[in-house]
């Protein structure tokens, strides 16, 4: 059974820094590019970075490009999102999600349960 | 980058009753249009991707269409696991977009 695990939200003062994870398990991680998507509180889906297989491919959204880091470590199964210079318009439940199939990206399907980042001070 | 405007915002109908939801793209997302379904507590999880196509283990009474622009994605008799969000998804271009979603509720 394929199972996305996230972990390291919580709460964190604006301009304040978090790394995210996501362990993965049940499937050839190494053969598929991930992504992270978040959900601020009440509001809808917002896709946030993915990056391909072997780290090649790596996009982010424009909300976060410079301060976020997505990574990966093929060796461990998990895939990783540093956040730096966060903002309360961060704050939402952070989801790890896999691509459908191991091909260069791909629909987001299956999703971990998420994280929830609050940035407040 | 590629708007998704879904409508309507929410759907309000009873067991049984076919549901009608739209997603308009800014522009043509070819065939890479996706749908989602997100209930309370839960992740999202995949419905139909490439238009048409059912994820697997969904029901064939979730069907998807159209192409281009115009998209719609259609439950023919409500069950009350259905009552949910969806939310439409493209992956034609960068940044990856969804709809603001339709929330179909019980009437």
């Known amino acids: 059974e394929v199972q996305l695990v996230e972990s390291g939200g919580g709460l964190v003062k604006p301009g304040g820094s978090l790394r995210l994870s996501c362990a993965a398990s049940?499937?050839?991680?190494?053969?598929?590019?991930m992504n992270w998507v978040r959900q601020a509180p009440g509001k809808g889906l917002e896709w946030v970075s993915s990056?391909?297989?072997?780290?090649?491919?790596?996009y982010y959204a424009d909300s976060v490009k410079g301060r976020f880091t997505i990574s990966r470590d093929n060796a461990k199964n998990s895939l990783y999102l540093q956040m730096n210079s966060l903002r309360a318009e961060d704050t939402a439940v952070y989801y790890c999600?896999?691509?459908?199939?191991?091909?260069?990206?791909?629909?987001?399907?299956?999703w971990g349960q998420g994280t929830l980042v609050t940035v407040s001070s | 980058e590629i708007v998704l405007t879904q409508s309507p915002a929410t759907l309000s109908l009873s067991p049984g009753e076919r549901a009608t939801l739209s997603c308009r793209a800014s522009?043509?997302?070819?065939?890479?249009l996706a749908w989602y379904q997100q209930k309370p507590g839960q992740a999202p999880r995949l419905l139909i991707y490439?238009?048409?196509n059912r994820a697997t283990g969904i029901p064939a009474r979730f069907s998807g269409s159209g192409s281009g622009t115009d998209f719609t994605l259609t439950i023919s008799s409500l069950e009350p696991e259905d009552f949910a969000v969806y939310y439409c998804?493209?992956?034609?271009?960068?940044?990856?977009?969804f709809g603001q979603g339709t929330k179909v509720e019980i009437k």
């Open positions: 999600a896999r691509d459908r199939i191991a091909a260069a990206f791909n629909w987001l399907d299956p």
């Open positions: 049940g499937f050839i991680f190494s053969t598929y590019s």
């Open positions: 990056i391909s297989s072997s780290s090649t491919y790596i």
């Open positions: 522009q043509s997302v070819s065939s890479y």
């Open positions: 490439d238009v048409s």
């Open positions: 998804q493209q992956r034609s271009n960068w940044p990856r977009t």
